[in-house]
């Protein structure tokens, strides 16, 4: 009886490590995160970011909400390995390089493949926020920004056809 005490006690005392060890879930309460002021040199207009998570070893990507004022947006920009983009209040617009402009709203859902020029940003009279979720790449780089969005790319002006008809 005393060994089989010795024995269990034993097992506990060498169990025990392993299970302090164990990852366990985290909770980053709101409010937590300071917003970080869209950067002029990446932004037309007034956008606000509000970061939700950085990349880690665990998940290599990174979050946040992203708010941009009516007008604003993105200047052109690629991701190394894509970004997941929801809107979730508001109208606006996205456009590939060398696409159409495209008008997205809440519960739109859009997929920015590796290596796609892109931009995206609120109509002109409306705000709109929108979740993203960017891979980053092995040397910690999520984004590589380009030129700014010219008035007429970010109005569709230059996909007007030859009636003078715009998308």
């Known amino acids: 009886m ?17 299970v302090a060890a164990q990852p366990k879930q985290s909770i980053s309460e709101a409010g937590s995160r300071p917003s970080i002021a869209g950067p002029e040199q990446f932004f037309t207009g007034a956008a606000r970011i509000d970061p939700l998570f950085p990349a880690t070893d665990e998940i290599n990507a990174s979050a946040a909400y992203v708010t941009f004022e009516p007008g604003t947006r993105t200047a052109w920009h690629i991701h190394p390995k894509g970004q997941q983009i929801i809107v979730t209040q508001g109208v606006g617009y996205t456009q ?9 709203k809440p519960g739109d859902v859009i997929w920015c493949p590796a290596g796609i020029k892109h931009w995206h940003g609120a109509a002109p009279k409306t705000a709109m926020t929108h979740l993203v ?12 920004w380009l030129e700014k969005v010219s008035d007429e790319q970010y109005l569709g002006q230059d996909q007007a056809d030859k009636t003078g008809k715009h998308p």
């Not at 006690?9 to 392993?18: E, H, V």
């Open 2 to 18: 005393k060994l089989n005490f010795i024995f269990t006690c034993t097992l506990l005392l060498i169990s025990l490590p392993n």
């Open 96 to 104: 590939e390089w060398g696409k159409p402009r495209q008008q997205i």
């Open 133 to 144: 979720v960017t891979g980053q790449d092995n040397e910690g780089r999520n984004v590589s």
